[in-house]
């Protein structure tokens, strides 16, 4: 089992910047994705950025040039440096995992989740 958990939301201005991370804990395989979802108030949950063992990373087009993901394999940390955020970047921030390399933005394929981290921005 892996336990994910994130921190570093918060409250900030249209054109500031935030960094969430996330911090895995338990088994952690050689071969794995990551991923960061976000889900605002009546809308589905949506891939942001994956980033996988292979160090391959995708981003959804609404993020590309502002969003930025890492991760950080001695610490097991999985990070997201957020960039000119606009308030259409308010939303529940969610850590994702799973094991093998397999790049989707599909929720329903990462079995472990963090509990979520709140990112509000204000215009």
């Known amino acids: 089992q892996v336990q994910l958990v994130e921190s570093g939301g918060g409250s900030v201005q249209a054109g500031g910047s935030l960094r969430l991370s996330c911090a895995a804990f338990?088994?952690?395989?050689?071969?794995?994705?990551m991923a960061w979802f976000r889900q605002a108030p009546g809308k589905e949950r949506e891939g942001v950025a994956i980033?996988?063992?292979?160090?391959?990373?995708t981003y959804t087009d609404a993020v590309k040039g502002r969003f930025t993901i890492s991760e950080d394999n001695a610490k097991n940390t999985l990070y997201l440096q957020m960039n000119s955020l606009k308030s259409e970047d308010t939303a529940m921030y969610y850590c994702?995992?799973?094991?093998?390399?397999?790049?989707?933005?599909?929720?329903?394929?990462?079995?472990?989740w963090g509990q979520g981290t709140q990112v509000t921005v204000s215009s």
């Open positions: 994702a995992a799973r094991f093998r390399v397999f790049r989707s933005w599909e929720a329903r394929d990462f079995p472990f």
């Open positions: 338990g088994y952690t395989p050689s071969t794995y994705t």
């Open positions: 980033i996988d063992s292979d160090g391959v990373t």
